[in-house]
Protein backbone atom coordinates (compact mmCIF):
# COMPACT_ATOMS: atom_id res chain seq x y z
CA UNK A 1 0.00 0.00 0.00
CA UNK A 2 2.96 2.65 0.86
CA UNK A 3 4.83 1.65 -2.30
CA UNK A 4 1.69 2.14 -3.92
CA UNK A 5 1.27 5.65 -2.88
CA UNK A 6 4.76 6.03 -2.94
CA UNK A 7 4.85 4.74 -6.71
CA UNK A 8 1.97 7.47 -7.78
CA UNK A 9 3.39 10.16 -5.97
CA UNK A 10 6.33 9.83 -7.95
CA UNK A 11 5.04 8.63 -11.48
CA UNK A 12 1.52 10.40 -11.38
CA UNK A 13 2.43 13.80 -9.28
CA UNK A 14 5.91 14.15 -10.64
CA UNK A 15 6.95 14.58 -6.77
CA UNK A 16 9.28 12.85 -4.99
CA UNK A 17 8.66 11.88 -1.60
CA UNK A 18 12.35 11.54 -0.69
CA UNK A 19 12.68 14.84 -1.63
CA UNK A 20 9.18 16.48 0.62
CA UNK A 21 10.83 14.55 3.61
CA UNK A 22 14.70 15.94 2.82
CA UNK A 23 12.48 19.34 2.91
CA UNK A 24 10.79 18.93 5.76
CA UNK A 25 12.97 17.67 7.86
CA UNK A 26 16.08 20.07 7.05
CA UNK A 27 13.62 22.83 7.75
CA UNK A 28 12.25 21.84 10.95
CA UNK A 29 15.16 22.16 13.16
CA UNK A 30 15.33 25.90 11.76
CA UNK A 31 11.83 26.49 12.52
CA UNK A 32 12.23 25.50 16.28
CA UNK A 33 15.47 27.76 16.64
CA UNK A 34 13.87 30.77 14.99
CA UNK A 35 10.71 30.01 17.47
CA UNK A 36 12.95 30.36 20.91
CA UNK A 37 14.50 33.30 19.59
CA UNK A 38 11.40 34.64 19.00
CA UNK A 39 10.68 34.16 22.57
CA UNK A 40 13.93 34.81 23.67
CA UNK A 41 13.48 38.36 21.64
CA UNK A 42 10.29 39.11 23.70
CA UNK A 43 12.15 38.37 26.98
CA UNK A 44 14.76 40.70 26.76
CA UNK A 45 12.07 42.91 24.97
CA UNK A 46 14.19 43.44 21.70
CA UNK A 47 11.65 43.80 18.64
CA UNK A 48 13.62 45.23 16.07
CA UNK A 49 14.34 42.13 13.62
CA UNK A 50 11.53 40.13 14.85
CA UNK A 51 9.61 40.75 11.48
CA UNK A 52 12.58 39.41 9.77
CA UNK A 53 12.19 36.08 11.98
CA UNK A 54 8.43 35.85 11.62
CA UNK A 55 8.61 35.78 7.88
CA UNK A 56 12.16 33.53 7.46
CA UNK A 57 9.41 31.35 9.96
CA UNK A 58 7.13 31.37 7.50
CA UNK A 59 8.75 30.83 4.67
CA UNK A 60 10.50 27.56 6.46
CA UNK A 61 7.34 26.28 7.42
CA UNK A 62 5.73 26.14 3.87
CA UNK A 63 8.80 25.30 1.69
CA UNK A 64 7.67 21.81 1.39
CA UNK A 65 4.43 22.71 0.54
CA UNK A 66 5.83 24.47 -1.82
CA UNK A 67 7.95 22.03 -3.61
CA UNK A 68 4.87 20.40 -4.53
CA UNK A 69 3.07 23.22 -5.27
CA UNK A 70 5.64 24.44 -7.80
CA UNK A 71 7.13 20.57 -8.94
CA UNK A 72 3.93 18.98 -8.63
CA UNK A 73 2.15 17.47 -12.23
CA UNK A 74 -1.55 16.30 -12.58
CA UNK A 75 -2.19 17.09 -8.97
CA UNK A 76 -6.00 17.08 -8.36
CA UNK A 77 -7.92 20.09 -7.76
CA UNK A 78 -8.53 19.41 -4.45
CA UNK A 79 -4.68 19.23 -3.48
CA UNK A 80 -4.39 22.60 -5.17
CA UNK A 81 -7.06 23.78 -2.71
CA UNK A 82 -5.47 22.14 0.44
CA UNK A 83 -2.28 23.61 -0.57
CA UNK A 84 -3.53 27.31 -1.39
CA UNK A 85 -6.19 27.21 1.68
CA UNK A 86 -2.58 26.23 3.51
CA UNK A 87 -0.31 29.05 2.48
CA UNK A 88 -3.30 31.64 2.84
CA UNK A 89 -3.64 30.81 6.52
CA UNK A 90 -0.41 31.09 7.59
CA UNK A 91 0.48 34.32 5.72
CA UNK A 92 -3.01 35.27 7.30
CA UNK A 93 -1.87 34.19 10.58
CA UNK A 94 1.45 35.93 10.36
CA UNK A 95 -0.07 39.37 9.13
CA UNK A 96 -2.59 38.99 12.08
CA UNK A 97 0.33 38.24 14.54
CA UNK A 98 2.54 41.12 13.49
CA UNK A 99 -0.43 43.67 13.41
CA UNK A 100 -0.93 42.58 17.19
CA UNK A 101 2.77 43.03 17.65
CA UNK A 102 2.49 46.73 16.20
CA UNK A 103 -0.27 47.69 18.26
CA UNK A 104 1.05 46.22 21.68
CA UNK A 105 4.14 48.15 20.99
CA UNK A 106 2.29 50.90 20.47
CA UNK A 107 0.12 50.99 23.40
CA UNK A 108 3.72 48.90 25.52
CA UNK A 109 1.48 45.72 26.27
CA UNK A 110 3.55 42.62 25.94
CA UNK A 111 1.80 39.38 24.16
Same mark, same amino acid.
Given at each position: #??????? #????? &?? @??????? %??? @??? &?I????? %??? +??? #???????????F?? $???L?? $????? $??????????????????? @??? +? #?????????? @?????????????
Amino acid at each position: #MITDIWN #MAIDQ &YH @VNPIIFI %VIY @VVT &YIPCWLI %VFK +IVK #MFKHKNTESLYFYI $LLELAL $LLMPY $LYVLLFGRNLPIWAYLLLF @VLI +I #MSVNSTYRYC @VKLLKNKKTGKQI
